[in-house]
């Protein structure tokens, strides 16, 4: 899953960038509001992580400018600014939830689980298609009730599709929502990562559908 973390303070940034990779997403930062608003119209996002006290361009003129180009992208604001009317000022503005500093990164991290579960149509900490199973608490991938090992890339690919169950995904959606934007990016591979995906799995477990790209398959 890919996260825009939108922070000006360099090192709460790269703090929240660190603990959302090792949560197993691709987050990437950006530190003022007219670059923000830029990337974060311009790019696709699962969610988005947004400081609201941010150079150039104020965090709820960004959120707003998001909502106006008709942007779902869950929202997640982190704010000093803890009086009821601005959280609800942040609310109204179309933010999905409301995160007052100082914070507890693991709180971040378990409440972008909640939104991006909220997302995909579940309510659950654990997705599930068929007998493919991930529980986002503990990043755990079960096939059959038995545990996958998975490298990190490959655990990225089955996460979206997860999150993403019915949809028909091209490899480049797949290449944006798991490699950061300053990686080497070649969507050849992603076939390498389905082929090795479908061997640990089940040969049947992510079809292809040809010309468009790949789906999860329950059969």
């Known amino acids: 899953m890919k996260i ?12 929240i960038i660190d603990a959302l990779d090792q ?13 923000a608003l830029y990337r974060a119209t311009s790019e696709p996002w699962d969610a988005i992580v947004l400081d609201l006290g941010l150079p150039k361009l104020d965090g709820l003129t ?10 779902n992208t869950p929202v997640v604001i982190l704010s000093a600014r803890d009086t009821l009317t601005q959280r609800i000022d942040g ?18 991290i378990a409440r972008l689980r909640a939104q991006l579960r ?16 991930l529980d986002t608490r503990t990043s755990t991938v079960t ?20 999150h993403n169950p019915d949809k028909v995904i091209s ?25 090795r995906i479908r061997k640990k799995v089940a040969p049947e477990i992510i079809k292809t559908v040809r010309g468009l790209g790949y789906q999860l398959n329950a059969e």
């Open 62 to 71: 960004v959120l707003k400018g998001i909502r106006d180009e008709n942007i």
């Open 118 to 133: 909220r997302a995909s149509g579940s309510a659950s900490p654990v997705l599930s298609y068929g007998q493919l199973s």
């Open 143 to 162: 096939w059959q009730g038995a545990p996958v090992s998975l490298t990190a890339l490959e655990y990225k690919v089955i996460a979206y599709f997860l």
């Open 23 to 35: 949560a197993g997403w691709v987050a990437e930062l950006s530190q003022d509001g007219v670059d």
């Open 171 to 195: 490899r480049t959606e797949l290449v944006e929502h798991i490699y950061k934007q300053d990686f080497d990016r070649d969507s050849n591979t992603i076939e390498v990562f389905i082929g």
């Open 4 to 15: 825009l973390v939108i922070e000006d303070d360099t090192r709460l940034g790269e703090q």
């Open 91 to 108: 609310l109204n503005a179309g933010a999905d939830d409301y995160l007052t500093k100082p914070f507890e990164v693991l709180e971040l």
